[in-house]
């Protein structure tokens, strides 16, 4: 009684089960059916026990075999061993084909001999769980699709570059072969090739759309995408007769945005219609925002770097137009104020002298005249320092080093502060690396001696055929370079970033190290194009 009642709540249980279960014997005979599948047969069909189950569930007049399916049953009896299998089957829903993805798991059932003699059959429709398996595999594919592109144009600052990479990434992921991306002109609103792939040349030059017109200007005009199963038969297409010489018919076109707005468009297709499905197009739009952000940053990379080069010749044209005035008013100087200096001194000295030989007895006139020829003596070595500050006469026509080791006598000596200079391999540089390297270690002699409390100063001045490098070390207090970002109000900073100017402009990079307590290293190194030639040449305005 306890058993009946056991085999009772277990059909109750099996009743309960949501897969359709059906027990069939060897000769694929149905012995029972749980409710499941019950419902789904017609309420008019006879009884399914006793029937055949490939009659029963398929419809079919002989068991499952291929291409169809093949049926695992004689397999499991033979095995006793469990099998598991998905077959796709196609329906009509509303006269709609269908396909139905159903999971069968059959199980052997043995006899108290050990023996198969029927099995059971579970039946469950896994179609759900298939579409969100390719929907997954298919978010899978177009992240890494994205991260494909993303790693094919990080690092490229040139449009070109980024738009030939994408491009060739773009149809590789989608297996195409044709394609290309039209930049929009934000003067005439005209959407135009710059990249692409299997298309003529006769093609990519006439095919000039404004916005609005044809496929791509109208994607352009609405920022939304178009997908077509044949282009040739659309009647928004522009320019057929190009379109049907290039024989092109399977196309998708999505927008490339930056910043809501449409900077391009990129047209990928095909020769074959249909080829293309809506996953493509989204994978495609989805490219298009990255792609887009991309083209933006690219062009404003390539407008700074146009400011910047604009900076760099202003910059050029200013420090060229300043040395040419530093040497035509230490000409003048030299050429009047120091000579009339010296004319002044000298009759000062010599009107001393008269005064003495003539035995003229006067204190006060004799204490001023010896006031004003020291003042004159004195002023003219200040004007001589300051021709010397502006254009050293050295620089011009010795060169490079006697300028440094004349301004280094003049102006660190003084201060106590020992300095060497080395030099290894020196010519007659380009005037305009001699001037830059010059005005280098000028600012950085200055600052030594208003601020750096050094004892001690080494230049060394390395040049071959190749480069020149100058490097300036003192052993003063040092100080945080990480702490001058910017030039601040008050002038600090100026002198550093002057520096880094100027060695820039002739090709050149400037470092600078330094740490509180630790001293100074300034390395300025420029490289050497072409053969030097003789003092005259090099000169600033020689000629």
Known sequence: MQQQEVSVNLLEVIDIVEDELLVVDGEYCVKFVNSSLGRRLPEDAESPIGRYCYEVVEGRDSPCSAPLWDCPLQEVIQSGSPTTSTRARRTMDDDVSVTRHIKFTMYPIKDRHGNVATTVCLRRDVTAEKELEKEILTRHHQLLALSRISSAVSGLWHLDEILNVALDTVLEIIHGTIGGILLLDERTQELHYQVQRGLS???????????????????????????????SKDPRTARLDLVSAEGLKGFVSVPLRAKNEVVGVMNIASHMPGQFAGEDMYLLHSIGHQLGMAIEQARLYERLSNARERYQRLLQHAITAQEEERKRIARELHDGTSQILTGLALNLQ?????????????????????????????????????????????????????????????????????ATLKTRGHERLPSEVEVALFRITQEAINNIMKHSEAKSVDIDLQCDGEKCVLRIKDDGKGFDVEEITKVEKTGRGVGLFGMKERVTLVGGSCSIRSRPGQGTTIISEVPLTGSTVDAEDKSVGSG
């Open 201 to 231: 040349a006769e093609y990519a030059e006439k095919m000039r759309l404004a916005v609005g017109e044809g496929i791509a200007g109208t994607v352009a005009q609405t920022g939304e995408p178009i997908l077509l199963r044949d282009i």
């Open 350 to 418: 010599a009107a001393m002298d008269i005064a003495e030989m003539d035995g003229v007895q006067n204190a006060r006139m004799d204490e001023m005249l010896k006031k004003a020829h020291g003042l004159a003596i004195q002023t003219s070595i200040e004007v001589t320092r300051l021709i010397n500050d502006l254009r050293p006469t050295l620089l011009d026509s010795l060169g490079l080093a006697p300028a440094i080791q004349r301004y280094v006598e003049t102006c660190l000596q003084p201060k106590g502060i020992d």
